[in-house]
């Protein structure tokens, strides 16, 4: 890390550091803001890698490359020793994807897609003290899966722990420093560097994302603030926003949400539950097809979404549609006051925009990547506003029960 004079300064990571973002980048990018590290019982750098497991990871990556523009950095499979599993590392900016699928038929992956299909199997957090952190876990009763343990190859060493967290899901802890020494591999002990031979179109951005914003957990039925506690006693995460009732309602479905973040906010949890209402809503669909709590769906920064979700149109991504009636609100007109491009530029893309006291921001949700109706995307740009498009939820959740109704589920 790269620090300031104060304590309370924020900080650029070295992943954020590789994507040539500034802090004042950052801020716009994510929210990011200051805090007191020394006060922080579980100190989260940020994010070090969300891990999928997917049906075929080769393809898959090739997916994440040809339609997301994300760079191919490092691998692990058969060919370096893997028999298990191939595995690769795939980067955007500040952040990491790692795509793994099943080699060997009794991998445990191969269970775990049976029963999931695609999704994130672990979140993993760069932190500056691995056993710090497992010792706070620990102490709280969080369920430790991995004890803090050394990773070491030609590159240096990494010190890793995991724990466990809603559903299958997990938190490695990836402590990146060791004895003053930072790790210098392509990713993690085990992986090769790899570069893909693909060639990006000339009209493309050089990357149509920059950071990871937020990720977004689905939960059981009362089970929204058990999980809310666990990141508030296990991880001294804090609580940024609270959604519930008709914030959240559409006539036919409905659910809850609350907000935690680590303390500079370089990390946000929004934790949704099923409330009851009408017909099903997008969290019991999610849980029933993803068979139990899951990531639903993560929320990439960009500072240019209508670049962005044209050159994602461009490759086939496919987005949830908005009704031109969002558009021609005079209500939303006047809430919105003035945003960095025409209203009509939005419509035309079907991007939302929401604003609050901090500012505003735009944003615009994919339809789900794979088979089962479960993890999709959001892209997002900020300008000044810390919230997560409250004033969207109800097109929002429109647009995604049109989709429900299409597949039969609603």
């Not at 040809?66 to 058969?78: K, T």
């Not at 343990?149 to 995991?162: K, L, N, P, W, Y």
Request: glycine residues 8%.
């Amino acid at each position: 890390m790269v620090s300031t004079s104060s304590t309370t300064a924020m900080t650029l990571t070295a992943d954020e550091l590789k994507a040539d973002l500034t802090l004042e980048q950052l801020q716009q990018l994510v929210g990011l803001v200051e805090y007191d590290e020394d006060g922080d019982v579980f100190p989260v750098t940020g994010w070090d890698a969300i891990v999928f497991v997917v049906g075929n990871a080769t393809q898959t990556a090739h997916y994440y490359q040809s339609a997301w523009g994300m760079e191919l950095v490092a691998y692990s499979g058969p060919e370096n020793g893997n028999r298990d599993h191939k595995a690769f590392v795939l980067r955007s900016g500040s952040i990491r994807f790692v795509v793994q699928g099943a080699v060997d038929p009794d991998s445990t992956l191969a269970d775990h897609h049976r029963r999931h299909g695609d999704g994130v199997v672990d979140i993993a957090l760069e932190v500056p003290d691995v056993d710090r952190c497992v010792e706070q876990a620990r102490k709280v009763g969080a369920t430790v899966l991995v004890e803090p343990e050394i990773h070491t190859d030609e590159f240096g060493s990494v010190r890793i722990a995991a724990i466990a967290t809603y559903g299958e899901t997990r938190h490695t802890l990836v402590q990146r420093v060791v004895d003053g020494v930072p790790y210098a591999g392509p990713y993690l002990p085990g992986y090769v560097a790899k570069s893909s031979t693909r060639v990006r179109p000339v009209n493309q951005p050089k990357r149509i994302f920059q950071a990871l914003d937020h990720i977004v957990g689905n939960v059981e039925l009362g089970h929204m603030d058990e999980w809310v506690d666990f990141y508030n006693r296990v991880m001294g995460f804090v609580n940024m926003a609270e959604f519930i009732g008709d914030d959240i309602a559409t006539d036919y479905s409905a659910l809850m949400s609350k907000v935690v973040a680590n303390g500079n906010h370089r990390v946000k949890f929004p934790l949704n539950e099923p409330a009851i209402a009408k017909k099903k809503s997008q969290i019991d669909e999610y849980l029933e097809f993803y068979r139990g709590a899951g990531a639903q769906h993560l929320a990439v920064a960009t500072n240019d979404i209508l670049a962005s979700v044209d050159a994602l149109r461009d490759n086939g991504v496919e987005f949830l549609d908005t009704p031109d009636s969002y558009y021609e609100d005079p209500e939303l007109r006047a809430r919105i006051g003035n945003v960095r491009v025409p209203i009509e530029e939005l419509q035309k893309r079907g991007i939302l925009v929401d604003r609050d006291e901090d500012g505003y921001l735009l944003q615009i949700f994919t339809k789900p990547l794979g088979d089962r109706p479960t993890v999709f995307f959001e892209l997002i740009e900020r300008h000044g506003s810390l919230g997560f498009g409250k004033g969207n939820f109800k097109a929002l959740f429109e647009a995604i029960e049109r989709e429900q109704d299409k597949r039969g589920n609603l």
